[in-house]
T-cell receptor, first 114, second 113 residues
Framework: DGGITQSPKYLFRKEGQNVTLSCEQN?????MYWYRQDPGQGLRLIYY???????QKGDIAEGYSVSREKKESFPLTVTSAQKNPTAFYLC?????????????FGPGTRLLVL | AQSVTQLDSHVSVSEGTPVLLRCNYS??????LFWYVQHPNKGLQLLLK??????LVKGINGFEAEFKKSETSFHLTKPSAHMSDAAEYFC???????????FGAGTRLFVKA
């Protein structure tokens, strides 16, 4: 089955700890995205990547880091600098084109602070 | 600059009655517009998208939306609600290149038996 997988489904972070969220896709998409979702708000873009070894900051990149060493993988690290990390994190991918491309979403990871 | 406004945070309908979820947008260019649905603790799934072809767009599960440039609206409708339609719905606007994508705040649809 083609699609996007995210792991883990739930993740707990202690104060001062960095945690990494996994995102893998087998859709052969060039573009991948990370979004943060808070209750009552739409999705906000954290980072996106159009090609391996390249990525761009989105609207709320502070306190987060990413890497894109392989086309199918785009892990997100939530660093200790992110003071309010509790949220639902969604990864997506798409082809690159004219802007009408559908984004395909993973099932999400819920991050909670202990 | 782009923006998208979903006019209702919550909509409640009875099963078998029509659904209307309202979305207004602003964009400096010819936008692409999307509706996505999210069931609890799940990712988003595309319902339909407008890409400057026909202004009435049909999507999955009986949903459709009409692009009205004069009103800068892209409202989502369904003639008859089903219990399984209960979810959160997001209106999305995207400019060329796809990386200027703005999500609305979402409308939660409740369906009563």
């Amino acid at each position: 089955d083609g699609g996007i997988t995210q792991s883990p489904k739930y993740l707990f972070r202690k104060e001062g700890q960095n945690v990494t969220l996994s995102c893998e896709q087998n859709l052969n998409h060039d573009a991948m995205y990370w979004y943060r979702q808070d209750p009552g708000q739409g999705l906000r873009l954290i980072y996106y990547s159009q090609i391996v070894n390249d990525f761009q900051k989105g609207d709320i990149a502070e306190g987060y880091s990413v890497s894109r060493e392989k086309k199918e993988s785009f892990p997100l690290t939530v660093t200790s600098a992110q003071k309010n990390p509790t949220a639902f994190y969604l990864c997506a991918s798409s082809v690159i084109g004219t802007g009408a491309e559908t984004q395909y979403f993973g099932p999400g990871t819920r991050l909670l602070v202990l | 600059a782009q923006s998208v406004t979903q006019l209702d945070s919550h909509v409640s309908v009875s099963e078998g009655t029509p659904v209307l979820l309202r979305c207004n947008y602003s964009s400096s260019y010819s936008p692409s517009l999307f509706w996505y649905v999210q069931h609890p603790n799940k990712g988003l799934q595309l319902l339909l998208k407008y890409t400057s072809a026909a202004t009435l767009v049909k999507g999955i599960n009986g949903f459709e939306a009409e692009f009205k440039k004069s009103e800068t609206s892209f409202h989502l409708t369904k003639p008859s609600a089903h219990m399984s339609d209960a979810a959160e719905y997001f209106c999305v606007v995207s400019d060329s290149g796809g990386f200027k994508t703005i999500f609305g705040a979402g409308t939660r649809l409740f369906v009563k038996a």
